[in-house]
């Protein structure tokens, strides 16, 4: 079974820090990968997607960068916020169905 | 414009009963895939619905199983529950024209003790 290798397990920031998340995918065959927010007690929420035929897109204090030849893509946020201690998760899809196959999780906490 | 909606919030079971878990999805949409998400896990992948018929299917057993209405609204059904299955169980919904993006439901909590 196909997987999204999430690192790290968990981050502690100071805020206005850049925290990085890195996810490394096996299938290549993707044609969407999504991030999503999780706050305690609640669903995931879509925070930011990209698509193979580009290599960086940001939105807000949130960027992606994508490296296809090292199959890897990471989430940056700029100029952390204690709202921003959350769990983030990657995801990737795959045409025909909708079925994302999320990552591990990494649990963010951004420190005043 | 309301979200993605689910119910019950909690629910505790115990083992060998059977649960029904209710979702209604976002207004507009027409697709509804449901997830199941352990503690400390990411969600995995249970089946999706369209058209009220169940389209993909994960790596779960046929105690799992669903339906889809004409109102797009959908249940998931799990017999014989195990301990191993509690979970935070989540709803999906999106629109099979737009493409890809799928917006969660908060979730109905099971516990089966």
């Known amino acids: 079974q196909q997987q999204v290798k999430q690192s790290p397990q968990s981050l502690i920031v100071q805020k206005g820090g850049i925290p990085i998340i890195n996810c490394a995918y096996e299938n290549t065959a993707f044609d969407y990968f999504p991030w999503y927010q999780q706050f305690p007690g609640k669903g995931p929420a879509l925070l930011i997607a990209i698509r193979p035929d580009v290599s960086e897109k940001k939105e807000g204090r949130f960027t992606i960068s994508f490296n296809k030849s090292a199959k890897q893509f990471s989430l940056h946020i700029m100029d952390s916020q204690p709202g921003d201690s959350?769990?983030?998760?990657?995801?990737?899809?795959?045409?025909g169905g909708n079925k994302l196959t999320f990552g591990t999780g990494t649990q963010l906490k951004v420190e005043l | 414009d309301a979200g993605v909606t689910q119910s019950p919030t909690h629910l505790i079971k115990t083992r060998g009963q059977q649960v029904t878990l209710r979702c209604s999805p976002k207004s507009g949409h027409d697709t509804v895939s449901w997830y199941?998400?352990?503690?400390?896990?990411?969600?995995?992948?249970?089946?999706?619905?369209?058209?009220?018929?169940?389209r993909q299917r994960g790596n779960f057993p046929d105690r799992f199983s669903g339906h889809q209405f004409p109102n797009y609204s959908s249940e998931l059904n799990v017999n014989a529950l195990l301990l191993g299955d509690s979970a935070l169980y989540l709803c999906a919904s999106s629109l099979e024209l737009a493409g890809t993006e799928q917006f969660f439901g908060p979730g109905t909590r099971l516990t089966v003790l």
């Not at chain 1, 959350?86 to 045409?95: E, K, N, Q, S, V």
């Not at chain 2, 352990?38 to 058209?51: D, T, V």
């Open chain 2, 36 to 54: 199941q998400q352990a503690l400390g896990q990411g969600p995995q992948f249970i089946f999706q619905y369209y058209e009220e018929e169940e």
């Open chain 1, 86 to 95: 959350a769990t983030y998760f990657c995801a990737d899809h795959t045409g």
